[in-house]
């Protein structure tokens, strides 16, 4: 991780103009902005921000670029952040975020944010793949509810006002979790995957829908939760730096994982059960709304106040679930603004006095933000920065000799070092990911035979790869990675084929809901009805008129026997008046029932569109499946027959060695008994010589001895020239063997 720089919560003021109920109140503004400076006045108090808005102040169309728009930037540099509306109920929260987005309407921040986010991811996909997931979660009475959990929802009122969504039977409840490394994640949540705007805009509405509001005397579409809506931005980057290596440039492209969290907040409002007239189920909610809100004004306090910080006060986090799931956005690693919400009327201003107080408070408040990269990829940051650090040195220097020299080596041992932690990388992801492939589908798989049989595969893929991740050749390492990545993208698409056959399936039941009647036939039912009714109350409407003038007759003749006619006459006029009542009642809900057909219509139309969208996004994975499968297929093909060339040619070279060992032990015998035969000829020609020497000795004992006669010297003298012809030429045969012998 990268040293985290102490950064400090921006905190602006948004003043809203005095709407409808205070004007016919006949309430006075009592809050005064400084003209060109971001300070407010109330009463005698006087508070300077970052910003403010409204009244005065800054439009508020320049609260988004001011305010937002750097978190969306820190957001692709890495880093978390936290936009917080507070303030009184009715002071202008859910407005200023756009958190009650509906039908496409694009006023709040929230939409803003969502504009510029895939505007800049437009300019940067050809660099940076992006995956981004939206979650959006309210905390009702202390309890933490999904609001994209689109399970069936009763939208009938209830009995206090509220729109009713029924829990899920066996669904865990949502747990607040605080990893190792101390990151607030929350388990159960839905987390969406988006890729466009419009699949971003329709969570944001179908999440707003479902959240919980209610009328007060203050506001009668009040907010009564906090709302948290969390987009998570992924990247994985591709990185370019150029090194010197023996004089010549060198570019090298790594690649750089980057996760950061927008969390859009927008708290339910502070209020009194007095002004509201809350009581039963609102009086109940308002008490947990302020609770919650008394421990973030805690959390603040003890955060805001640098003697406390120094004292190092303990941080009341854990009292509420509020302030548990903002305690990276208050004082931890998140860039935060805070938009302090405040109406100008002078009933509210004590209201809005404290929550400017709140406010001023919260700008003390120290964040320490820092780059969310996975660990791998922070030291190779670390090693590219010093890369590039002595680069400079280099160019800067330019000096002696012995220092370029000293330079060059650093960077080569750099590079090595950054070429082993990509190593290292490489083989961290596919560990990381086996082992999550492994954990994630290990249910699934052992469910049948064949299921079982691939996962010892993918087992024994993984033993394998452990082998040649340890010591096989990279030929090796590429060709497990290879097979297990398609394993694991095979799997990641099957589930998300699952995933859509999921949604489609609920998306049909929700048609069948919603427009399983005969629509039409519903329709003309209800006008059938509506006529009938209006027939009715023109039938009763006659009827009562020509009483009406039946009575006026009868009591212009003003007679005395009249009278108890008259008055039964009456009686029947109100009866039939009360009639006339209820027809028009009956006709009201007529027309309501009508209206509410109409409205279904629409969703109807909605969900078919939605299906219609879905089935699409099916075709195109099933296709993009089989395209891939085929690769895979062709690459495998060509790899069994590469390895069967291979195999071929093996043992084709086993075939010549065993020839070659044949003839060698052959050559090694005929080596030996040649050489056997050479010993004896040398034996032999040593017998001969010592023959010679000794027949030459005879012969001159013979010369100067006393042979009997001539005839004795001759025929000795034959013999022996005999012997002498005899061993020369037996010594030259010999000889020549023995030549012969020792050439072969
Ligand atoms: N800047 C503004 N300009 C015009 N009207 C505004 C502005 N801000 C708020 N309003 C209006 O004030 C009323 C109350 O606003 P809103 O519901 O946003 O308040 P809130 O603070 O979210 O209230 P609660 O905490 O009760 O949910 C709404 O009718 C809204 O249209």
Redesign the pocket.
């Known amino acids: 991780m990268e040293a985290a720089e102490n950064c400090s919560v921006k905190v602006a003021v ?4 005095l ?2 109920d205070e004007r016919t109140q006949g309430c006075k503004e009592c809050v005064s902005v400084t003209s060109g400076k971001p300070q407010v006045q109330i009463g005698t108090h006087s508070f300077t921000f970052d910003h403010v808005y ?1 009244n005065g102040g800054s439009p ?1 169309s320049s609260m988004f670029e001011e305010c937002v728009a750097p978190l969306v930037d820190g957001l692709f540099q890495g880093y978390n952040a936290t936009v917080l ?1 507070y ?11 756009g ?2 987005m509906k039908d496409g309407c694009q006023t709040g921040l929230i939409p803003q944010v969502m504009n510029a986010l895939f505007k800049k991811i437009e300019t940067l996909k050809h660099q940076t793949e992006f995956q981004l997931h939206v979650s959006f979660i309210e905390i009702l009475k202390e309890e933490v509810r999904d609001l994209l959990d689109f399970e069936p929802v009763s939208k009938s009122a209830s009995p206090n006002g509220n729109a009713v969504r029924v829990a899920v039977p066996g669904k865990p409840p949502i747990q607040i979790r605080e990893s190792s490394n101390g990151v607030i994640t929350l388990a159960g949540t839905t987390d969406v995957a988006v890729s466009t705007l419009e699949e971003m805009a329709t969570c944001l509405e179908q999440g707003s829908i479902n959240r919980a ?1 209610g009328s ?1 005397n ?7 939760s906090h709302a948290i809506f969390t987009i998570t931005l992924e990247q994985m980057r591709k990185i370019q730096s150029v090194s010197v290596v023996n004089e010549s440039l060198d570019e090298d492209m790594g690649e750089e994982y980057l996760c950061a969290k927008l969390h859009l907040v ?6 009194r059960a007095k002004r509201t007239g809350s009581d039963g189920v609102r009086l109940k909610e308002g008490i947990h709304i302020n609770r919650g809100l008394l421990a973030l004004g805690n959390v603040i306090s003890a955060l805001g106040d640098e003697k406390k910080r120094k004292e190092g006060v303990h941080v009341p986090y854990r009292d509420s679930k509020l302030t548990r799931l903002l305690q990276d956005s208050l004082g931890g690693n998140s860039k935060t603004a805070m938009i302090a ?1 405040i ?1 100008p009327a002078d009933i509210n201003a004590e209201e809005s006095l404290n929550t400017l107080k709140y406010a001023n408070r919260a700008r003390n408040i120290q964040n320490k933000p820092v780059v969310n990269r996975d660990l791998i990829s922070n030291e190779m940051q670390k090693m590219r920065q010093q890369l590039q650090s002595l680069q400079a040195e280099l160019c800067a220097r330019g000096g002696p000799n012995s220092d370029v020299q000293n330079l060059k080596e650093k960077i080569a041992w750099l590079e090595a070092t950054n070429e082993d932690l990509r190593r290292e990388l490489h083989e961290y992801r596919s560990r990381r990911a086996v082992v999550e492939y492994c954990e994630s589908d290990s249910q699934e798989f052992i469910k049948s035979d064949g299921h079982k049989r691939g996962f010892q595969s993918i087992d024994s893929s993984d033993y394998q790869m452990d082998e040649v991740l340890s010591d096989g050749s990279p030929g090796e390492i590429d060709e497990v990675a290879k097979e297990l990545e398609h394993a694991l993208w095979r799997n990641t698409m099957d589930r998300e084929l699952n995933e859509l056959n999921k949604r489609l399936e609920q998306k049909e039941t929700e048609m069948k809901l919603v427009g399983g009647a005969d629509t039409e036939a519903l329709k003309q039912h209800y006008q059938k009805k509506i006529m009938d009714l209006e027939e009715e109350k023109r039938m009763v409407q006659k009827e009562r008129d020509n009483l009406l003038a039946a009575v006026g007759n009868r009591s212009a003749n003003s007679d005395g026997q009249m009278q108890k006619t008259q008055e039964i006459n009456v009686q029947k006029l109100k009866t039939l008046e009360a009639q006339i009542s209820d027809l028009k009642k009956k006709q009201e809900n007529q027309v309501e029932l009508l209206k509410q057909k109409q409205r279904s219509d629409e969703a109807a139309k909605r969900l078919q569109s939605e299906i219609q969208y879905i089935k699409a996004q099916k075709v195109q994975l099933q296709h993009k499946i089989k395209q891939e499968a085929e690769q895979f297929r062709q690459w495998k093909a060509s790899r069994e027959k590469e390895l069967l060339q291979l195999k071929k040619e093996g043992r084709r070279n086993e075939y010549e060695r065993h020839k070659l060992e044949a003839l060698n032990q052959r050559q090694k015998l005929v080596l030996q008994r040649k050489t056997e035969e050479a010993a004896m000829a040398t034996k032999r020609l040593k017998e001969l010589l010592e023959a010679r020497k000794s027949s030459a000795r005879d012969s001159s004992v013979n010369h100067n001895g006393h042979m009997p006669n001539g005839q004795g010297n001759e025929k000795s003298l034959q013999k022996w020239l005999d012997h002498e012809l005899e061993v020369m030429v037996n010594v030259r045969e010999v000889r020549f063997e023995y030549e012969k012998q020792t050439q072969v």
């Open positions: 948004h003043i809203r103009p709407i409808g409204g508020s509306a303030g009184q109920t009715g002071s202008g929260k859910t407005y200023t975020m958190t009650a509001t007060t203050m506001n009668n579409q009040s907010s009564r927008d708290l339910a409002g502070s209020e919400c109406s």
